[in-house]
């Protein structure tokens, strides 16, 4: 049997009451992402893809279904079990304003994650916490002048490195990236998905990539997940969806991209191949 890092079984998510709404925002969606895989999620705006990368995170309990991690069932119902499982997962949001707090310097905010998961205890003395926070900025290509910086004095793309940097301060093994590069120009989208593919290649962490980009997902997936209306209607190797889709759905969305190879071309990306 292969092994997965994450394995989401048959997850269903209400927004509101039961029975008031058409639909579930999630209804009965699986996945699984194997360890140091990069995984697609994709679907159009509302199709409950963000939802179910809230789950994989453990930012929300699932209605129904279970969250399976490394081979053990995550409690989604006890606030420990979240806590631990949230440890081990981290989240890239789409936001990179919203996702830090502006009265925060970013040397603040990094140290921030590492007392509330703990890590400060391994680095009592002030050298050994300035240390680990040059090596986060190093990791994703910041000086260490940034430290002393504010939010609002970075560009978008240094913010999401610094989440990015965030992310990776507790050695989590999943990372969760929700539309990580949609509110960047385009430029800068290449840097930020080649700094993902960088730290997959050299930290061995498993990626579950949320995005409505056809082309970002080819770029950056060896498999990919099609989701619509809460549901995964198809998934496979993305070259075989890209070729060959099976579902209507899949079929629409690649006809509203004409060209996904000259969406690829516009950032100057090739599948599969990091430019520098």
Not at 228 to 244: K, P
Request: net charge positive; glycine share 8%; with cysteine.
């Amino acid at each position: 049997m292969e092994k997965h890092i994450v394995a989401l079984r048959e997850i269903t998510v209400w927004y509101g009451q039961q029975g008031i709404k058409e639909r579930p925002a999630v209804d009965r969606a699986s996945l699984t992402v194997a360890p140091g895989e990069i995984v697609g999620l994709v679907g159009e705006s509302g199709s409950g893809k963000t939802t179910l990368g809230l789950v994989a995170a453990g930012m929300l309990a699932p209605d129904k279904g279970e969250v399976v991690f490394d081979g053990q069932v995550v409690q989604t119902g006890s606030r420990h079990g979240m806590q631990v499982h949230r440890r081990n997962v981290q989240m890239v949001f789409q936001d990179t304003a919203g996702a830090l707090n502006p009265r925060l310097t970013i040397g603040a905010a990094l140290d921030e994650v590492l007392y509330v998961h703990r890590q400060a205890l391994a680095m009592p003395l002030p050298a050994q916490r300035d240390a680990r926070r040059n090596e986060l900025l190093d990791a994703v290509g910041l000086a260490p002048d940034v430290l002393e910086r504010y939010p609002h004095a970075l560009s978008g793309g240094q913010r999401q490195r610094v989440g990015i940097a965030r992310a990776l301060a507790v050695h989590p093994r999943l990372l969760v990236a929700d539309e990580p590069v949609s509110a960047l120009d385009v430029s800068v989208q290449v840097q930020i998905l080649n700094l993902l593919k960088s730290v997959n290649e050299r930290l061995g962490q498993a990626c579950l990539f949320v995005a409505h980009d056809l082309a970002v997902v080819r770029y950056m997936c060896s498999r990919a997940y099609v989701m619509e209306a809460g549901q995964i209607v198809e998934a496979g190797a993305c070259e075989a969806l890209f070729r060959d889709p099976q579902h209507p759905y899949t079929r629409k969305l690649l006809e509203a991209v004409p060209d996904v190879e000259k969406g690829l071309k516009k950032r100057n990306m090739a599948p599969g191949i990091r430019v520098s």
